[in-house]
Every structure is written in structure tokens, then in C-alpha cells.
């Protein structure tokens, strides 16, 4: 039996979410120092002046401009310093005509100062007198309250996945408390009736399940609560209530592996289509390895059957169902396909010929060797399906549809394994 | 006052690498769905051929090869089906000459069969016979017992941060269980007269911590558990007694923030010095920003000292003390420098002149845009220091010391912020 057709993960990405409408995902309030990784709740507006004084960014003398005026090197201007501004407190006093502060980075300026002279350009020539070598003009060398953000700004956008500098940028605002998305719950099933479930010795003909913590491995580093819902032999009926059992207790989305291909043995597509509505929207990739992949919806939760192979699995995760899943997570699309197409790889020197198949991506397993001081990207052949193969590679080299392959000695992106 | 000298960031790792030799970490047990991500604690040999049976490779019929020899198209050779090979299970019955057994990919081979034949090379004549179209060789299809992972081979080494690929690998040699290292705790103290806790309401002259927030978030995203200790006046004995207290607890590293240059002010030197033998080993890196930075140990425990500015703090974190805290966690220094040299970035077309002056490395923060299917790399400008600045770059393009900087249109690596 054929695939009826194959897509590109682009297209199959594309199709995916022109047909999906993720439902609105329930929110948790996160501490600050948790809400890392965590994908932000609602826009995030600025409530107060940032910085809410005025502030200065130098060390040096808080005066009024208008009183430097004019001053050089051999024309400096005399200050009588009246005051010290301390770090995180407001200054005692004002400044008048002629007067100066002496003020640290980060200190508020005094009242009537409108400017900060840099202690380089300062010269102290009594007890509280300084000569003023250089003049300054009005807001020189200071942020003004809500320069940096004014209230009622934008800060952060509903759908951001935040890293340390948007905490930061957080906290800076006075939150303490993160509004974001609870992260989605995403069941696992492994199938086959030759596997047995990880730690169970296996019998004659048996092997033990592999896709099944892979792929929570890669839900969990993908930012989400993975389930792993356990094995199941390959019967319909079985697997269907499995799935059944899955979304009643509210799973977000089902990744089952095995049985994703065309043949009479293949369950995935019967159990999808009798899951819910719509059921099967792809079904086969234009990639290798991961061709037998199945993207689905029933009811409004994503249903995606992975191939059986483990390196077939996790590429397909990584091509089709990593973006889907911080889709769900609530990030947006444009972001999600465009953070896609803007991977980051390594370049490195190929060390053997690749040949590519048309019709289809190719994503070549290779390692990372360092050699005399260059980085080469050498190929992890080997029997399909060998163990010692999955732990051997550091990433893939991505050979495109429409490329017949690269030469040895070829410089190539390598993309690392994200998870 | 001037910096003694700066340390271009490889060297001061090596020079701190040479120096340190990181205690021993206690271990633990980690259920092999929550392995990922973590540090692998003693080298896994197999305990267990794999595959534990000789397994086909492909849907077909089991055969002696010698039986098949020299069938062709036109000479077929004709076989009887004696039985057929369920998945799981071992075959009934064996094979003799002229019989087959039919077998699914992953069968268990029956005994007497030491070949199979691609179900596209035969062709069914009758109820329980077949010809074959084309001769296989001993061995053919078939992966042996052991031939993928033989006992005693090693599959893993200590040391390695496993992935999703390593997980699934584990698990097919019968792990349930995983040896690995428990995670370093990390203390993050917050220095600075003017900073108030996250949270809090900041008087006149104050403000909120952002260091603190955003180095728990880039500590945990590096694989350790972050406490947050506080923020801390500038005292020298406040400072001093939070820090022993924490290394008192049992933290396996401390990260300061703020007072970290050469000032009479700046006290992480002088804690640190007083904290415990060597002190400070680098202080002051030839990087822009991130310039004031320390790197010291007090009686084994790595303690570093990082510029009270968020967005120097943060690179000197990426530049220096994340592959340090992965070292503290138990990968190999070897392994994290090679990453470390190997770190994927985005090509993207630079949209303005960067200069860089010499004698330093510099970090230029940019945002990724995409205009007309390109990808560009804008320079983030702005006073130092401000809020708004954190959160607009997706990462940095990297001045090499010896470099005067780029031209716009040239392209250029970006290195996206890994936390």
C-alpha cells in the first residue's frame, strides 16, 4: 500500500494550523523567580515610571546646566557642592544658582538639577568648591522618569516564552507574580505488540519500549507536562479506549508511535478518525526519516502518530510536532514558524559524500569531531534502527527536497538536537 | 582605578579550569522520564545483548539462505511456509530445507532461518508455497543477537547531559533507573543600596532587583537549582555573613551581583577574598559589557562576581559562568568547552555599521527581523542600561578582539540567548 501523498513539514505545518483553532489556554499565576521558560498570560503594560525619578547614569556632580554654560579648560566654572546624593534615597535639599550635588550612577537627582557633569570633568579645589571643566547640556547624563518606559507602555507581548532578560524586564516593572499559561498536558502511548514497557524484562521476541520516554524526554523539554499514558499491543479497540480515556482526563494533546503507517496493520489512522473530528489532516511526510507521520485533530486536541523507529519518531517531533506543541502552549504562530526557519546550527566540514533521494527533505544523522582544530560534521551510518546509532549523533544535516546531497569537504549547517 | 588586567573569557576559563578541581557530586536516582536533562552520574555499559534475539529487519519470509542461492526472476526458487511469526513472540517450530516462515520487521528469526527475504521478492503461489526472486546471503535482513550493543560495550559516559535520544537509548538496554548527579545549588545574592526586592514597593531613589529574577532564571536554565538569597545592602560584614552562611547550607556556588569593579565601594572582592581560600582568580574580562566580572573560589566552592547592570550581568554569565556551572554539575570540562567553541548561531544580514574598539571582545545585543524573506540582524541601541533594551534583543553578534567590527549588508552570526 502508498501513502496517498506526501507533504513538506512546511506545508503540513501550514495546512495544520489554517485548520486549527487552539482552544484559549487556562492561566496560572507564576513567582518571578519560576516564570522562565513559561509562555506569558496577557500583554504586560507598564504600571509605573520607569525609572520613576530622575536618575543619574554617571558619577559626577548633579548641578544646573544653565550654569556651565561656556566652561572649558581654561574658563571652568566654580561650583560650591552643598550635598551628597546617597544610592536609593532621595536628596536632602535643593540645588540653586552655582550649587552642586555630588551623586553616584543610578543616584535620584536633587530638586533643581536638570543635569550631571562627570567627575572626570570635575576638579575639587576646596572643602565643598569644584571647577567645572566641561559644560553639559540640559538632561545630559541622566534618565528621566519614564524615559526608559512610560506608563501604559507595552513591555512584553500575551504569547511570549520568557527568558532571564524578560524576567528581569519583569521584575524592573515591580511584578513579582507572572501571569502565564498552564503548561499543556501531553499523553504518550507507545504500541506494538513486541514491546514491553521500560524496566519490564523482556520476553523472547520482546524488546523494551524506547519511543515512549523518548518522546516525554521531548514533550517535557518542549515545555510541556508530558504523560506517559503506557504500552499497548496492537489492537484497535484497545488503543481507541486508551486515547478515549486520555482526552476524558483532559489530555491536551495524544503523541501515540507505531502503527502510523498505510498498511492493514497500521491502527493509528483508524483510531484518530474514530477519536473526534476532524481526525487525519496529513498523513505522510515528504521527509526522511520520519515519513509515516500522522497530524490529526479530535475535537480540538492534536493527535499526532509518530513512526515506530526511534530516530524516525524523533525527527518527525522535531520537524512537526515541536512547533505544534508550543503553538498549544500558547505562543503565537508567526512566532512559533518563524523561530523554525531561523534555526540556529553549527557549520562544519563534511567528511563524506551525502546523496539524497528527490522528493523529499533529508535529515542526515551526524556527529560533531573536532580536527586539528576544525569542526567536521561525520555521518552516523549504520543499519536502520540500531541503538548505538541514536546516542552516536550530535544533530542533522538537512539535505532540502529539491538538493541531490553535499561532497565531502563541503561546508554544512548542522542542527542540534533541541531537545 | 584601574583594572589590573583583563582576561579574554577562554583564558580566564582555562586559567579558573587549571585551578579548580570540582568535588565529587553526591548522586541519585532518577526515573528514566525525568532523566532528561540531567547529568549522567557513572559510565552505563550494556548489561544485556541488543537485540536480545536475532531480528529481522524487514516483512518478509524467513529462510536458510543457502536454500535461496542462485534464485532469480526467471529460475525462482520455491518454498513451502511452514509457520508464520507473530510479533513478540518466539516462533513455533524451526526451519529446514525448502521451508519458510513468514515474519514481520522486528520477528524474532525461527530457529534454522538465518536469512530473510523482502516480502517484494516473492510471490505466493499457493496456499502455503512461495517463490523466490532473488537470493539473499546469510545474515541478510537480519540484525544478530548482540550485533547492535554487545554486553559489556559502552553505551554512555559519565558525564554526559542526556537528551531525549540518550533517554530512548537507555531504556532499550532494560534501564528503568538512571544513576545521575544531583543538581548543583546555586545561591544568587543581590547587592546594591538602592535595590529592593522583587516585588516591593521602591521609596525615593529605589529600585526593583532585576539581577536577582533574571540569574535564578538563567542558573535553572542551566541545569541547577537556584536559591535566591536576597538583595543586600553594601556592607561589607552584611555581605560577608550572607555568604558564609550560604556556603554554611551546603550552596555548591554563589553568584554576586553588583560591586564587582574596582572601587573602594565595590566589596565582592574583599567578601569574596574573605570568604575562603584562593579568592579571587580573574578578575576583569577583556568583554563588552561585562567587563567587571570576578571568578573565584573560596575553599572549592566557585564563587563569581558579576556587574550590578542585568544586561552585562547576563553576558558575562553566557560568556563565563554557565560553562562553568556546567562543569560544577558533572560534565566533562572538555565536553563543555568543545560546545562551548561549537555554539550554533543564525546567519543574518547585519543592518548597520558596528564598530568595536580593541583590546576586548565585544557583545553587540540584536534582534532578528525578517523583511522580504531575509533575515537581519538589528543592532539593539539605547542608553546603557535601559529596561526597555533587555527585552528587545534575541540574542548577540560577537566583535572578536582583533576585529574593528562589521559593515551593514555584511552577514553575520547571531547567537541567540540560551536562557
Same mark, same amino acid.
Given at each position: 500500500?502508498?501513502?496517498?501523498?506526501?507533504?513538506?513539514?512546511?506545508?503540513?505545518?501550514?495546512?495544520?494550523?489554517?485548520?486549527?483553532?487552539?482552544?484559549?489556554?487556562?492561566?496560572?499565576?507564576? +513567582?518571578?523567580?519560576?516564570?522562565?521558560?513559561?509562555?506569558?498570560?496577557?500583554?504586560?503594560?507598564?504600571?509605573?515610571?520607569?525609572?520613576?525619578?530622575?536618575?543619574?547614569?554617571?558619577?559626577?556632580?548633579?548641578?544646573?546646566?544653565?550654569?556651565?554654560?561656556?566652561?572649558?579648560?581654561?574658563?571652568?566654572?566654580?561650583?560650591?557642592?552643598?550635598?551628597?546624593?546617597?544610592?536609593?534615597? /532621595? %536628596?536632602?535639599?535643593?540645588?540653586?544658582?552655582?550649587?552642586?550635588?555630588?551623586?553616584?550612577?543610578?543616584?535620584?537627582?536633587?530638586?533643581?538639577?536638570?543635569?550631571?557633569?562627570?567627575?572626570?570633568?570635575?576638579?575639587?579645589?576646596?572643602?565643598?568648591?569644584?571647577?567645572?571643566?566641561? +559644560?553639559? %547640556?540640559?538632561?545630559?547624563?541622566?534618565?528621566?522618569?519614564?524615559?526608559?518606559?512610560?506608563?501604559?507602555?507595552?513591555?512584553?507581548?500575551?504569547?511570549?516564552?520568557?527568558?532571564?532578560?524578560?524576567?528581569?524586564?519583569?521584575?524592573?516593572?515591580?511584578?513579582?507574580?507572572?501571569?502565564?499559561?498552564?503548561?499543556?498536558?501531553?499523553?504518550?502511548?507507545?504500541?506494538?505488540?513486541?514491546?514491553?514497557?521500560?524496566?519490564?524484562?523482556?520476553?523472547?521476541?520482546?524488546?523494551?519500549?524506547?519511543?515512549?520516554?523518548?518522546?516525554?524526554?521531548?514533550?517535557?523539554?518542549?515545555?510541556?507536562?508530558?504523560?506517559?499514558?503506557?504500552?499497548?499491543?496492537?489492537?484497535?479497540?484497545?488503543?481507541?479506549?486508551?486515547?478515549?480515556?486520555?482526552?476524558? %482526563?483532559?489530555?491536551?494533546?495524544?503523541?501515540?508511535?507505531?502503527?502510523?503507517?498505510?498498511?492493514?496493520?497500521?491502527?493509528?489512522?483508524?483510531?484518530?478518525?474514530?477519536?473526534?473530528?476532524?481526525?487525519?489532516?496529513?498523513?505522510?511526510?515528504?521527509?526522511?526519516?520520519?515519513?509515516?507521520?500522522?497530524? @490529526?485533530?479530535?475535537?480540538?486536541?492534536?493527535?499526532? @502518530?509518530?513512526?515506530?523507529?526511534?530516530? /524516525?519518531?524523533?525527527?518527525?517531533?522535531?520537524?512537526?510536532?515541536?512547533?505544534?506543541?508550543?503553538?498549544?502552549?500558547?505562543?503565537?504562530?508567526?512566532?512559533?514558524?518563524?523561530?523554525?526557519?531561523?534555526?540556529?546550527?553549527?557549520?562544519?566540514?563534511?567528511?563524506?559524500?551525502?546523496?539524497? @533521494?528527490?522528493?523529499?527533505?533529508?535529515?542526515?544523522?551526524?556527529?560533531?569531531?573536532?580536527?586539528?582544530?576544525?569542526?567536521?560534521?561525520?555521518?552516523?551510518?549504520?543499519?536502520?534502527?540500531?541503538?548505538?546509532?541514536?546516542?552516536?549523533?550530535?544533530?542533522?544535516?538537512?539535505?532540502?527536497?529539491?538538493? @541531490?546531497?553535499?561532497?565531502?569537504?563541503?561546508?554544512?549547517?548542522?542542527?542540534?538536537?533541541?531537545?
Amino acid at each position: 500500500m502508498e501513502f496517498f501523498s506526501l507533504s513538506k513539514p512546511a506545508d503540513a505545518l501550514d495546512k495544520y494550523l489554517g485548520l486549527w483553532a487552539p482552544a484559549e489556554r487556562p492561566q496560572e499565576v507564576q +513567582d518571578i523567580f519560576a516564570a522562565a521558560g513559561r509562555v506569558l498570560a496577557r500583554d504586560i503594560a507598564v504600571e509605573v515610571d520607569v525609572p520613576s525619578f530622575d536618575r543619574s547614569t554617571v558619577d559626577g556632580f548633579a548641578v544646573r546646566a544653565k550654569d556651565t554654560f561656556g566652561a572649558t579648560e581654561t574658563t571652568p566654572a566654580l561650583f560650591i557642592v552643598v550635598g551628597e546624593v546617597a544610592m536609593g534615597q /532621595s %536628596a536632602e535639599g535643593r540645588i540653586d544658582a552655582g550649587q552642586a550635588f555630588r551623586i553616584p550612577t543610578g543616584g535620584m537627582l536633587p530638586d533643581g538639577a536638570d543635569a550631571v557633569v562627570m567627575v572626570e570633568y570635575t576638579e575639587e579645589l576646596a572643602e565643598a568648591t569644584i571647577a567645572i571643566v566641561k +559644560d553639559v %547640556a540640559p538632561g545630559e547624563n541622566v534618565i528621566h522618569r519614564g524615559e526608559d518606559l512610560a506608563r501604559g507602555e507595552l513591555l512584553l507581548e500575551q504569547g511570549r516564552r520568557l527568558n532571564a532578560h524578560d524576567v528581569g524586564a519583569l521584575s524592573s516593572v515591580g511584578m513579582s507574580a507572572v501571569p502565564v499559561f498552564e503548561r499543556p498536558v501531553v499523553s504518550v502511548v507507545s504500541t506494538g505488540d513486541e514491546i514491553v514497557p521500560p524496566g519490564a524484562m523482556p520476553g523472547p521476541g520482546q524488546v523494551p519500549d524506547i519511543n515512549g520516554p523518548a518522546l516525554i524526554a521531548a514533550a517535557s523539554m518542549s515545555g510541556c507536562r508530558a504523560r506517559f499514558v503506557g504500552v499497548f499491543r496492537d489492537d484497535y479497540g484497545t488503543l481507541l479506549r486508551a486515547c478515549q480515556d486520555e482526552l476524558h %482526563a483532559g489530555a491536551d494533546a495524544i503523541i501515540m508511535s507505531g502503527g502510523s503507517s498505510v498498511g492493514p496493520l497500521d491502527l493509528t489512522p483508524k483510531v484518530l478518525n474514530a477519536l473526534g473530528e476532524p481526525g487525519v489532516l496529513v498523513h505522510g511526510l515528504a521527509l526522511r526519516p520520519g515519513k509515516p507521520t500522522i497530524l @490529526g485533530l479530535a475535537g480540538g486536541v492534536p493527535v499526532f @502518530g509518530l513512526p515506530g523507529h526511534p530516530a /524516525s519518531a524523533l525527527v518527525a517531533f522535531e520537524a512537526v510536532v515541536k512547533p505544534l506543541l508550543r503553538v498549544l502552549s500558547g505562543e503565537r504562530a508567526t512566532t512559533v514558524l518563524a523561530s523554525e526557519r531561523a534555526r540556529p546550527s553549527v557549520r562544519a566540514v563534511l567528511e563524506r559524500n551525502l546523496s539524497s @533521494g528527490p522528493g523529499r527533505e533529508e535529515r542526515v544523522r551526524v556527529r560533531l569531531v573536532i580536527k586539528e582544530g576544525r569542526l567536521y560534521a561525520r555521518p552516523v551510518f549504520g543499519k536502520s534502527g540500531l541503538i548505538s546509532t541514536l546516542v552516536r549523533a550530535d544533530g542533522t544535516v538537512r539535505i532540502p527536497e529539491e538538493s @541531490g546531497g553535499y561532497e565531502a569537504g563541503q561546508v554544512v549547517d548542522v542542527y542540534l538536537w533541541g531537545f
